[in-house]
């Protein structure tokens, strides 16, 4: 069983749609939980970064924790073309630097 | 933000040959980097930490002799892909963090193509 998993998509949605893309991981342990953007062929980018449970808002993007259950979530409201990209969740704890990361989730936007 | 330079963005190498990725913290100190290998439509795989004038700590089942991994300074990393044979070509990713804060900074990659 891998430690993070993320439904691959692709996510196929007309613009303006709210997007809703989630991640379940298994190891209790982890404790930052983060979502990146990855364009073709482009390093990932980092769009929001979270440490506890709950909501947290950042423009058109809520990304949210539930560690009880381990699962965490990005919402993208009025979702545009340009947001057409691979999202990654990704994911550490306390004393490691290095991330662990879903499979990412392939969006696209329909205009 | 924090930048942190990769290159070449793109590199074609015959196999049985080396080829070098650098990994640059352009306007802040890194004294760890990592290196992460991607498969198409697959998640980022950390293959090494990279600690500045330390070895390098590799991930179970990455082979240190193949990818050999050099931080010699604060803002340079490089990692070497030696006696390269086409199931290593993938895409190679940096990251790097800067010491006042939590945030990873990654590279644009580096598309390898071993033919």
């Known amino acids: 069983q891998k430690e993070v998993e993320q439904d691959p998509g692709p996510l196929s949605v007309p613009e303006g749609a709210i997007v809703s893309l989630n991640c379940t991981y298994s190891?209790?342990?982890?404790?930052?939980f983060m979502w990146y953007r990855q364009y073709s062929r482009k390093g990932p980018e980092l769009l929001m970064y979270?440490?506890?449970?709950g909501n947290k808002e950042d423009g058109r993007f809520t990304a949210q924790v539930d560690k009880s259950s381990k699962y965490i979530s990005l919402f993208i409201r009025d979702s545009q073309p340009s947001d057409s990209a691979t999202y990654l969740c990704a994911m550490t704890y306390t004393g490691r630097r290095a991330l662990t990361f879903g499979s990412g989730t392939r969006l696209q936007v329909q205009p | 933000g924090a930048v942190v330079s990769q290159h070449p963005s793109r590199v074609i190498c015959k196999s049985g040959t080396s080829v070098k990725i650098e990994c640059r913290s352009l306007?802040?100190?890194?004294?760890?980097m990592f290196w992460y290998r991607q498969f198409p439509k697959q998640s980022l795989m950390l293959m090494a930490t990279s600690n500045e004038g330390s070895k390098a700590t590799y991930e179970q089942g990455v082979e240190k002799d193949k990818f050999l991994i050099n931080h010699a300074s604060l803002t340079l990393s490089t990692l070497t892909v030696t006696s390269a044979h086409p199931e290593d070509s993938s895409f190679y990713i940096c990251?790097?963090?800067?010491?006042?804060?939590?945030?990873?900074?990654f590279g644009q990659g580096t598309r390898l193509t071993v033919v």
């Open positions: 306007d802040f100190q890194a004294t760890t």
């Open positions: 190891n209790s342990a982890f404790q930052y």
């Open positions: 990251s790097a963090y800067h010491s006042m804060n939590t945030e990873a900074f």
């Open positions: 979270t440490y506890s449970s």
